[in-house]
């Protein structure tokens, strides 16, 4: 089963649309790729990449976005259909139906786009994946490749633009900031909190021993336990888990802390 490790481990980083872009390569032959936010009444673009040039799929994703052009985009009818929280979907378009000038402008050396497109929260979230001329349109094994990743994939630009967004540098300010939001979930026992929060702190194991007054081992039990709770196998899974439970309420159109914002950011208590 495909799994999309590198674009999970570039979450965060400015190259995380690069390294989407390289696995959709990989698994579907794709050219270039762009991601679009859809809100009530605009689109945002958040990020692109291709193959060739970098500023080619950054100009068409500006134009399409800005220029209001995704307003007589016929796909978009589909997108917006894709309303049910934690599903995603893939649109195949007929570029053939586009608006002429639309087309011309946008798609003159692309032989097919796919959307995959999928709502987390409150936000609905659309990665376009193109195919030039060159290379022809998707064939059903590369449509399959895209289906079956198009759940991480959606989730992985959110988790993202969550990330980008509300620097995690906050959620981690302190031992006892990380305590406090591992407590809220109500998910570990406190030496099992207490071990979690300093290895994500980025204490080594022989200083959490000595501030907690136990062994070495002792400490790597707690977090053997730890991450059996939590179904996490790595630190970085862990990293992951606990961002997931440290982004703030109304994250998905409530108000939010601006990026110059330097108040602590609260946490929220994981949903069962």
Not at 8 to 18: K, L
Not at 37 to 42: G, I
Not at 102 to 108: D, E
Not at 173 to 189: D, Q, Y
Request: charged share 30%.
């Amino acid at each position: 089963m495909l799994r999309p490790r590198s674009v999970i481990d570039a979450i965060g980083r400015d190259d995380f649309y690069s390294d989407l872009l390289a696995l959709l390569e990989q698994v579907s032959g794709s050219d270039l790729c762009a991601v679009y936010r859809l809100e009530p009444d605009t689109l945002r673009g958040l990020g692109s990449a291709d193959v060739a040039d970098g500023r080619l799929a950054r100009d068409r994703a500006s134009c399409f976005a800005g220029r209001d052009y995704w307003r007589r985009d016929p796909g978009i009818r589909e997108v917006r259909s894709v309303d049910e929280p934690d599903r995603s979907a893939v649109v195949r378009a007929d570029l053939r139906k586009m608006p002429g000038d639309l087309r011309s402008m946008l798609y003159p050396d692309i032989a097919e786009r796919v959307g995959i497109c999928g709502r987390r929260g409150q936000a609905t979230y659309w990665l376009s994946v193109l195919r030039s001329s060159r290379r022809g349109v998707f064939n059903g094994d590369e449509l399959g490749n895209l289906a079956g990743l198009s759940g991480d994939l959606i989730s992985a630009i959110a988790k993202h633009e969550e990330v980008r967004r509300f620097r995690p540098e906050h959620a981690l300010a302190s031992v006892e900031c990380i305590e406090r939001g591992i407590l809220a979930t109500e998910l570990l026992s406190r030496r099992e909190t207490e071990v979690c929060a300093r290895i994500l702190f980025g204490l080594p194991f022989a200083r959490i021993a000595g501030q907690l007054g136990v062994s070495e081992e002792t400490v790597k039990t707690y977090r053997n336990r730890a991450f059996q709770r939590l179904e996490v196998a790595h630190q970085r899974d862990l990293m992951m888990w606990y961002f997931s439970i440290w982004a703030p309420e109304g994250l998905d159109g409530g108000e939010a802390a601006g990026a110059g914002d330097e108040r602590p950011i609260p946490l929220r208590k994981r949903r069962a």
